[in-house]
């Protein structure tokens, strides 16, 4: 289950299974994506939201993934990519990584997100 809301560019991942198959999709298309690494009970994530709901409307060229990580079937694979830490931000450009941002930091956030889209 996908859910899209509006103009903007965010996405909501509803499951594990949704999950690994935009993520392979990404990698696989060589698509530009930014996955945004969230929990409800996450009182920065909370805060960063409005920040990052306001940049999936400034491009919308550059779709942004909300992953919550307690997703049933999602603990292995944020092992593997090494999220330890919430809120955490991974750009993609052409499907590989390129960037990340961990924390709540509006600046760095905003730099990433305008870089990405400079490189599209």
């Known amino acids: 289950l996908v859910v899209r809301r509006g103009d903007s560019s965010m996405v ?15 990698q696989a298309e060589k698509l530009p994506a930014v996955f945004y690494y969230t929990a409800v009970w996450c009182g920065p994530c909370r805060a960063m939201a409005p920040v990052i709901e ?5 491009y919308p060229k550059i779709p942004v993934y909300k992953v919550d990580i307690d997703m049933e079937g999602l603990g292995t694979r944020l092992s593997n990519l090494k999220i330890f830490s ?11 990584k390129s960037s990340e ?17 400079k490189q599209q």
């Open 101 to 117: 941002v961990v924390g709540a930091d509006v600046k760095k956030l905003e730099a990433a997100m305008e870089s990405l889209h």
């Open 54 to 58: 306001k940049m999936s409307r400034q």
């Open 86 to 96: 919430i809120p955490t931000f991974h750009f993609y450009h052409k499907g590989e």
């Open 12 to 26: 909501v991942v509803g499951s594990a299974d949704s999950y690994e198959d935009i993520h392979a999709k990404v």
